[in-house]
């Protein structure tokens, strides 16, 4: 069993802050758990946009604080998530996040990530070896 806080995170190798400045991320479950997902906490900013394209996951997430447009590239269809919306990744699409206020949200990874990853040049996260 293993239990584990956010807070005793904080800080750590599992606390990844974006280099864009854009968002950052609590990995409290990761690859080297052997679970088959891994699950975040993420926190994305206010008055910033960040494009995401998840050619090597799916990611599924839920929206636990403030209000983020989430705009599908592919449709150009716009959503509103607020707390209690979740959304799927369940076609790797590619989508953008522009957060009217500091918002936050639980995400789960398949396969899991690693801890390491930051997005690429493509918005993606590199496929990495636990």
Known sequence: MIVRSFEEIEDTDRH???????????????????????????????GTETTMWYANHIEAVLCTEGETELTNEETGEKHLIKPGTMYLLDGHERHTLR???D???VCVFNPPVTGREDHDENGAYPLEES
């Open 16 to 46: 990844v802050k974006a280099a864009s400045g854009t968002w950052e991320s609590k990995r409290i479950v990761l690859a080297k758990e052997g679970v088959g997902f891994s699950l975040h906490e993420t926190t994305v900013y206010a």
């Open 99 to 101: 957060p009217r206020v």
């Open 103 to 105: 918002s936050k949200f």
